[in-house]
């Protein structure tokens, strides 16, 4: 069993209310016909937005795996096999996560932890749902984001005997269906959370209180669950101890940063053909996500400008030789907005009435709260399906601005994330989950809590052995002169 560490670190709590997302009965309509790029059309794998399995709801569809087991929902179980080389392919760059799998599945840590997780169905994810169940953990598992679920991943998740709920294009009532189906199981109850988002945890808070009794602890990873486990615990709401991952460094910096500074090039280009090179961009924003995407831009001949409340990340902006200006000043001229605040209502439709035509819209922050997507649902505005995560929203002047994903994730809606970041914010999610698991009675109290430094360093070192690096070791002088241990960890817990 791994040895729990007994630092305990508490943010500021936070002023704002518990934000719940709302829950819709009616079904929103989808687009059933959607054309396919040329690139998916040669592809020998199954497109996630092929029509053909697109006209049956997979909620109506009775499918069973190879083992004849029906406790999942996907949507077409026999594209398995494809799903299947995709987390082959991705383990080679996810050695740190294999390597930890190696070193726990003979003690099982998580023996006897039921774990139910609503993250990002990708190869990624699988290999973290694999490398838990290693571990000794039985999960169950759903989609937190509507587009962004890689339909063959989890069709091999699922022939693995895992009860799996998400497919790609789901509705806001597929959404909560799924979800529910994790949760509400018959003769089986989570006793560990691990969210991305906050949803799975505000349902479970909404919906199931009585699950609460038996949780040990919810891990999340998202800026507004984060959010959200600070406001309940400001509250007094909090009913459980939390760990929250996305503030640790290794998280912050490279899932945050230099994730974003590739992906969003990526998805900007497979989704709107667009040439970078001389365009007005406008980065709302300037966190590490926008510190990413800010510095691809730029590296590309972009012209960027950057929006930001906070003085300090406003400094920064000006110091890295980007312009810091109000959205309003620049609306009427930029080629491109993107959002990375992680808050709400970031681009409203009086922005949008503003824009010139052809602007691009999209969002790299939190699910689709950025881009006040439905003010342009009204009768005079016209949308036009271009492709898959392409919509043109058409004013009654035949003005049209480009909007990417319906204002959700672009990079892990239109592209996808490189791998190698991705298996550092998994190994981190894994350790959480085992700490939060093992430790004593008392060592963690009903609040919000980062993971220790230890373990953030621990996984920075799993992940230098790609590169065949060589740390240097202090000596017992060196050591005492610093005030730290020869071993780490080498921050203080306030470090970011």
Same mark, same amino acid.
């Given at each position: 069993?791994?040895?729990?560490?007994?630092?305990?670190?508490?943010?500021?709590?936070?002023?704002?209310?518990?934000?719940?997302?709302?829950?819709?009965?009616?079904?929103?309509?989808?687009?059933?016909?959607?054309?396919?790029?040329?690139?998916?059309?040669?592809?020998?794998?199954?497109?996630?937005?092929?029509?053909?399995?697109?006209?049956?709801?997979?909620?109506?569809?009775?499918?069973?795996?190879?083992?004849?087991?029906?406790?999942?929902?996907?949507?077409?179980?026999?594209?398995?096999?494809?799903?299947?080389?995709?987390?082959?392919?991705?383990?080679?760059?996810?050695?740190?996560?294999?390597?930890?799998?190696?070193?726990?599945?003979?003690?099982?840590?998580?023996?006897?932890?039921?774990?139910?997780?609503?993250?990002?169905?990708?190869?990624?994810?699988?290999?973290?749902?694999?490398?838990?169940?290693?571990?000794?953990?039985?999960?169950?598992?759903?989609?937190?984001?509507?587009?962004?679920?890689?339909?063959?991943?989890?069709?091999?998740?699922?022939?693995?005997?895992?009860?799996?709920?998400?497919?790609?294009?789901?509705?806001?009532?597929?959404?909560?269906?799924?979800?529910?189906?994790?949760?509400?199981?018959?003769?089986?109850?989570?006793?560990?959370?691990?969210?991305?988002?906050?949803?799975?945890?505000?349902?479970?808070?909404?919906?199931?209180?009585?699950?609460?009794?038996?949780?040990?602890?919810?891990?999340?990873?998202?800026?507004?669950?984060?959010?959200?486990?600070?406001?309940?615990?400001?509250? @007094? +709401?909090? &009913?459980?101890? $939390?760990?929250?991952?996305?503030? !640790? #460094?290794?998280?912050?910096?490279?899932?945050?940063?230099? *994730?974003?500074?590739?992906?969003?090039?990526?998805?900007?280009?497979?989704?709107?053909?667009?040439?970078?090179?001389?365009?007005?961009?406008?980065?709302?924003?300037?966190?590490?996500? @926008? +510190?990413? &995407?800010?510095? $691809?831009?730029?590296?590309?001949? !972009? #012209?960027?400008?950057?929006?930001?409340?906070?003085?300090? *990340?406003?400094?920064?902006?000006?110091?890295?030789?980007?312009?810091?200006?109000?959205?309003?000043?620049?609306?009427?001229?930029?080629?491109?907005?993107?959002?990375?605040?992680?808050?709400?209502?970031?681009?409203?439709?009086?922005?949008?009435?503003?824009?010139?035509?052809?602007?691009?819209?999209?969002?790299?922050?939190?699910?689709?709260?950025?881009?006040?997507?439905?003010?342009?649902?009204?009768?005079?505005?016209?949308?036009?399906?271009?492709?898959?995560?392409?919509?043109?929203?058409?004013?009654?002047?035949?003005?049209?601005?480009?909007?990417?994903?319906?204002?959700?994730?672009?990079?892990?809606?239109?592209?996808?994330?490189?791998?190698?970041?991705?298996?550092?914010?998994?190994?981190?999610?894994?350790?959480?989950?085992?700490?939060?698991?093992?430790?004593?009675?008392?060592?963690?109290?009903?609040?919000?809590?980062?993971?220790?430094?230890?373990?953030?360093?621990?996984?920075?070192?799993?992940?230098?052995?790609?590169?065949?690096?060589?740390?240097?070791?202090?000596?017992?002088?060196?050591?005492?002169?610093?005030?730290?241990?020869?071993?780490?960890?080498?921050?203080?817990?306030?470090?970011?």
């Amino acid at each position: 069993m791994r040895k729990a560490y007994s630092l305990q670190i508490k943010f500021p709590e936070q002023t704002e209310e518990f934000n719940k997302r709302p829950t819709k009965t009616a079904r929103r309509s989808l687009s059933r016909s959607i054309s396919q790029s040329s690139a998916e059309s040669h592809s020998p794998v199954p497109s996630d937005s092929d029509s053909s399995l697109d006209e049956i709801s997979p909620q109506d569809k009775q499918q069973k795996n190879s083992k004849g087991q029906t406790d999942f929902c996907v949507k077409d179980i026999k594209q398995a096999h494809f799903g299947r080389r995709e987390i082959q392919i991705v383990e080679q760059e996810m050695g740190a996560l294999i390597a930890l799998k190696l070193r726990g599945q003979g003690d099982k840590p998580l023996a006897g932890a039921k774990i139910v997780g609503c993250t990002h169905i990708t190869a990624q994810t699988a290999v973290l749902i694999e490398t838990l169940s290693a571990l000794g953990a039985e999960c169950r598992w759903a989609a937190c984001n509507i587009f962004s679920t890689h339909n063959a991943v989890a069709a091999a998740l699922a022939e693995e005997g895992f009860p799996l709920f998400a497919w790609k294009g789901e509705t806001e009532e597929d959404f909560w269906w799924c979800i529910e189906r994790c949760v509400n199981v018959d003769r089986w109850q989570p006793n560990m959370i691990l969210d991305d988002g906050g949803d799975l945890t505000h349902w479970i808070y909404k919906k199931h209180p009585e699950i609460l009794q038996n949780i040990k602890g919810v891990v999340e990873e998202s800026v507004n669950g984060v959010h959200r486990l600070y406001q309940l615990s400001k509250a @007094g +709401k909090l &009913c459980v101890p $939390a760990i929250n991952v996305n503030d !640790s #460094v290794t998280k912050q910096k490279f899932d945050n940063m230099y *994730c974003c500074r590739e992906s969003i090039l990526d998805g900007l280009r497979k989704t709107a053909d667009v040439m970078f090179g001389g365009k007005q961009v406008v980065v709302c924003g300037y966190g590490e996500v @926008g +510190k990413g &995407c800010c510095a $691809a831009l730029k590296a590309m001949g !972009s #012209v960027v400008y950057v929006t930001e409340v906070d003085p300090i *990340c406003a400094l920064q902006a000006c110091m890295n030789g980007l312009r810091l200006v109000k959205l309003s000043e620049v609306i009427r001229t930029v080629d491109i907005i993107i959002t990375c605040t992680g808050n709400k209502n970031v681009v409203v439709r009086e922005h949008m009435d503003r824009m010139k035509n052809g602007c691009i819209v999209c969002n790299m922050g939190h699910s689709n709260t950025e881009i006040d997507v439905a003010s342009l649902r009204t009768p005079e505005l016209r949308w036009l399906r271009v492709r898959p995560n392409l919509d043109h929203i058409i004013w009654p002047d035949g003005k049209r601005i480009l909007l990417l994903a319906k204002g959700r994730l672009l990079n892990l809606s239109c592209s996808t994330v490189p791998t190698y970041v991705f298996s550092i914010t998994a190994t981190t999610q894994a350790l959480a989950l085992i700490e939060l698991y093992n430790a004593p009675e008392g060592r963690y109290k009903q609040d919000v809590y980062l993971l220790p430094k230890k373990m953030d360093e621990y996984v920075a070192s799993l992940h230098l052995q790609t590169f065949e690096a060589h740390l240097t070791e202090l000596t017992d002088e060196q050591a005492k002169y610093l005030g730290v241990n020869k071993t780490g960890p080498f921050k203080p817990y306030y470090y970011r």
